[in-house]
């Protein structure tokens, strides 16, 4: 009967996937509709605003050639310049009219806008252009290029209204928009060598824009056409198969080599009369077979919607009523055992951790177990599973715990072994000190005697490392002149250390050898993280909250992140692992901090480096004249 009960309730569970299944089925159906009205607007925006600008560009392309003519003939046609012009100011007004009015502002996109903003204003400098065509103010070449900056304007503007959401029909189009853009650049082309056939001589400058306009129209006709299917390219390959073009490329080529106008000049202006009309209406009749797609895929997107609709409707019941119908059982059982793993997981297991990190002691089986119940056997055996899964965490944890204790003896008697050989050499190198009187013998005794120092404070650091309190001890209070004086002297390298005047303060005799040992951590860092050739500053003053000691190198510094995680941890040192070893010396400097209540801080210098500020607080300073000093020395 159990196994059966499951069997039904894990119905209900697969009943689940299934439900997210049918909301990603809905979210389908949500998807295509969105693509339906996407395709929607850009087939409505195109054909408001962009038949127009079609209009426009052409109309731009012959006013530039009738002007270029204009500027290179004797005897210019002014009456056929005119009827250009005239044409071009009327398809400036219906672009406008149409782009900038209530219905496109309705269905265009703040893009569209801007770039609609950007073809009217460079319309409205066409008066300014005129002028100088009319006195010949401007040459040919900067007159072609300056309708070639309208076009480009308007070509942007196409840019911003194929928006289509379909891959292919984008490609298509933007196929489509690269060949419009060579039939431009062929435009540019006709009306600069039409002027020079005029005036009879091709300009430097001219031959070197034609450089530029030949390749360009070629490598956008060639992509555009490898960009379309093929139902859109057969026309234009034919075209380009064909003679005119053929021709065309020929000519390009010989002005391009020999930097000179054809030898036979009529032969451009019959090939580009045949070419461009031609290619026109290839680009009208394409452009209007991929709008038909358009409207033909968005009747798809409805029918589609219409059947992913129902049977997600149908889904849903289904999956909504089988899973309320069979999943309740099962659900409210496995949520009694996520209750009682989610105790043991963030309440019982992390207060046992805690308990033996602090060093107390912890049976295995001191946790009570993980029971529900439930009269489905699986789930007792999942309870079971996890109840096996915490046994073993607590067995592990008590062994990682007594594993530490074992490591922290073995550093505590490692380290006193080693604290009391250092004392027994200090003290036998006090006495050769006071023995001889020899400059040279007493040099040595005083590097050796600095060495040993130092190799007391490493072993200071592995007792520190246990937990233990350091070992050296005052009776009474130190001077935090000598405090400092005795932390620089613990260093390696003390003599690029310069001890500034430190304010009147006395520090508590039992806080002094531990507060001895942070400071020549910090000092030591800063020797060792700055250049051999530069000082580390050591200053010290009473503040409101106690007395501050700043430590400041002129290294290379370290990066923000790295700096806020060292004060993290010196703020709150986390538990000792053997393979960060490279901190070690930070670590012992966070454990003496959060013994004593003293707050270490890394901040950067003025000179790039790192400034060290350690504030040792109040109860650890006493009055200097309450009684005897004791030097550095323990007592």
């Given at each position: 009967?159990?196994?059966?009960?499951?069997?039904?309730?894990?119905?209900?569970?697969?009943?689940?996937?299934?439900?997210?299944?049918?909301?990603?089925?809905?979210?389908?159906?949500?998807?295509?509709?969105?693509?339906?009205?996407?395709?929607?607007?850009?087939?409505?925006?195109?054909?408001?605003?962009?038949?127009?600008?079609?209009?426009?560009?052409?109309?731009?392309?012959?006013?530039?050639?009738?002007?270029?003519?204009?500027?290179?003939?004797?005897?210019?046609?002014?009456?056929?310049?005119?009827?250009?012009?005239?044409?071009?100011?009327?398809?400036?007004?219906?672009?406008?009219?149409?782009?900038?009015?209530?219905?496109?502002?309705?269905?265009?996109?703040?893009?569209?806008?801007?770039?609609?903003?950007?073809?009217?204003?460079?319309?409205?400098?066409?008066?300014?252009?005129?002028?100088?065509?009319?006195?010949?103010?401007?040459?040919?070449?900067?007159?072609?290029?300056?309708?070639?900056?309208?076009?480009?304007?308007?070509?942007?503007?196409?840019?911003?209204?194929?928006?289509?959401?379909?891959?292919?029909?984008?490609?298509?189009?933007?196929?489509?928009?690269?060949?419009?853009?060579?039939?431009d650049l062929m435009s540019r082309e006709d009306a600069m060598i039409s002027g020079a056939v005029m005036s009879g001589t091709l300009e430097h400058d001219e031959y070197?824009?034609?450089?530029?306009?030949?390749?360009?129209?070629?490598?956008?006709?060639?992509?555009?056409?490898?960009?379309?299917?093929?139902?859109?390219?057969?026309?234009?390959?034919?075209?380009?198969?064909?003679?005119?073009?053929?021709?065309?490329?020929?000519?390009?080529?010989?002005?391009?080599?020999?930097?000179?106008?054809?030898?036979?000049?009529?032969?451009?202006?019959?090939?580009?009369?045949?070419?461009?009309?031609?290619?026109?209406?290839?680009?009208?009749?394409?452009?209007?077979?991929?709008?038909?797609?358009?409207?033909?895929?968005?009747?798809?997107?409805?029918?589609?919607?219409?059947?992913?609709?129902?049977?997600?409707?149908?889904?849903?019941?289904?999956?909504?009523?089988?899973?309320?119908?069979?999943?309740?059982?099962?659900?409210?059982?496995?949520?009694?055992?996520?209750?009682?793993?989610?105790?043991?997981?963030?309440?019982?297991?992390?207060?046992?951790?805690?308990?033996?990190?602090?060093?107390?002691?912890?049976?295995?089986?001191?946790?009570?177990?993980?029971?529900?119940?439930?009269?489905?056997?699986?789930?007792?055996?999942?309870?079971?599973?996890?109840?096996?899964?915490?046994?073993?965490?607590?067995?592990?944890?008590?062994?990682?715990?007594?594993?530490?204790?074992?490591?922290?003896?073995?550093?505590?008697?490692?380290?006193?072994?080693?604290?009391?050989?250092?004392?027994?050499?200090?003290?036998?190198?006090?006495?050769?000190?006071?023995?001889?009187?020899?400059?040279?013998?007493?040099?040595?005794?005083?590097?050796?005697?600095?060495?040993?120092?130092?190799?007391?404070?490493?072993?200071?650091?592995?007792?520190?490392?246990?937990?233990?309190?350091?070992?050296?001890?005052?009776?009474?209070?130190?001077?935090?002149?000598?405090?400092?004086?005795?932390?620089?002297?613990?260093?390696?390298?003390?003599?690029?250390?310069?001890?500034?005047?430190?304010?009147?303060?006395?520090?508590?005799?039992?806080?002094?050898?531990?507060?001895?040992?942070?400071?020549?951590?910090?000092?030591?860092?800063?020797?060792?993280?700055?250049?051999?050739?530069?000082?580390?500053?050591?200053?010290?003053?009473?503040?409101?909250?106690?007395?501050?000691?700043?430590?400041?190198?002129?290294?290379?510094?370290?990066?923000?992140?790295?700096?806020?995680?060292?004060?993290?941890?010196?703020?709150?040192?986390?538990?000792?692992?053997?393979?960060?070893?490279?901190?070690?010396?930070?670590?012992?400097?966070?454990?003496?901090?959060?013994?004593?209540?003293?707050?270490?801080?890394?901040?950067?210098?003025?000179?790039?480096?790192?400034?060290?500020?350690?504030?040792?607080?109040?109860?650890?300073?006493?009055?200097?004249?309450?009684?005897?000093?004791?030097?550095?020395?323990?007592?």
């Open positions: 009967m159990a196994s059966q009960s499951l069997r039904f309730k894990l119905y209900s569970l697969l009943s689940v996937p299934i439900v997210a299944l049918v909301g990603l089925w809905t979210f389908v159906a949500g998807h295509v509709l969105g693509d339906f009205f996407e395709l929607s607007a850009a087939t409505a925006v195109f054909e408001e605003i962009g038949d127009p600008a079609a209009t426009l560009v052409t109309s731009l392309q012959q006013e530039r050639r009738d002007s270029a003519v204009y500027l290179s003939a004797g005897q210019p046609d002014a009456l056929r310049l005119a009827d250009a012009r005239r044409r071009t100011d009327q398809a400036v007004e219906q672009f406008r009219g149409t782009a900038t009015g209530e219905r496109a502002s309705t269905v265009t996109t703040p893009e569209v806008r801007a770039a609609i903003d950007a073809v009217v204003e460079r319309t409205q400098g066409l008066a300014r252009l005129r002028e100088k065509v009319d006195g010949k103010q401007s040459d040919r070449l900067d007159t072609v290029q300056a309708y070639g900056a309208i076009t480009d304007t308007v070509f942007r503007l196409f840019d911003q209204l194929i928006t289509v959401p379909r891959v292919q029909l984008y490609q298509q189009a933007i196929g489509l928009q690269r060949i419009a853009h060579a039939r070197e824009a034609m450089e530029i306009f030949a390749p360009n129209r070629q490598l956008l006709m060639n992509e555009g056409v490898a960009m379309l299917d093929t139902e859109l390219r057969g026309p234009f390959e034919r075209l380009l198969e064909g003679a005119d073009s053929k021709r065309l490329a020929v000519l390009e080529h010989e002005i391009v080599e020999d930097a000179r106008l054809p030898r036979d000049t009529t032969a451009w202006q019959q090939t580009v009369t045949r070419l461009g009309p031609w290619l026109d209406q290839l680009l009208e009749s394409r452009v209007l077979l991929l709008t038909n797609r358009s409207d033909d895929a968005a009747g798809g997107i409805i029918l589609r919607i219409g059947i992913v609709g129902v049977l997600g409707i149908a889904a849903i019941l289904v999956a909504v009523i089988w899973s309320v119908r069979l999943g309740r059982g099962l659900v409210e059982e496995l949520d009694g055992l996520r209750g009682a793993a989610t105790d043991v997981a963030e309440v019982r297991l992390p207060q046992l951790v805690e308990r033996l990190r602090s060093g107390q002691t912890a049976e295995a089986d001191t946790s009570s177990p993980i029971s529900v119940s439930t009269p489905t056997q699986e789930v007792r055996d999942l309870a079971n599973a996890f109840e096996s899964v915490r046994r073993t965490a607590v067995r592990a944890a008590v062994g990682q715990a007594e594993l530490r204790q074992g490591l922290n003896r073995v550093f505590r008697n490692l380290a006193r072994r080693n604290q009391s050989l250092v004392h027994r050499q200090l003290g036998q190198l006090d006495a050769m000190q006071r023995k001889t009187a020899e400059p040279d013998q007493l040099s040595d005794l005083f590097r050796l005697d600095h060495l040993t120092t130092r190799m007391r404070r490493q072993a200071e650091g592995l007792v520190i490392l246990s937990g233990a309190p350091a070992g050296r001890q005052w009776r009474r209070p130190v001077q935090m002149l000598d405090v400092v004086r005795g932390a620089v002297a613990e260093v390696e390298d003390y003599l690029r250390v310069t001890i500034h005047p430190i304010s009147e303060g006395t520090l508590t005799g039992s806080a002094a050898a531990d507060v001895i040992h942070l400071l020549a951590e910090l000092v030591e860092n800063a020797t060792v993280f700055s250049p051999p050739n530069t000082q580390v500053n050591v200053t010290g003053e009473l503040v409101a909250r106690g007395f501050a000691v700043e430590i400041e190198d002129r290294g290379l510094g370290m990066p923000d992140a790295e700096r806020d995680e060292l004060n993290r941890r010196l703020a709150d040192p986390p538990e000792f692992d053997l393979a960060d070893s490279d901190r070690l010396g930070l670590f012992v400097v966070g454990r003496l901090a959060v013994r004593h209540g003293i707050k270490v801080t890394l901040q950067r210098s003025a000179y790039g480096g790192t400034t060290a500020i350690v504030l040792i607080p109040p109860s650890l300073m006493t009055d200097p004249s309450t009684g005897d000093l004791a030097h550095t020395r323990p007592d």
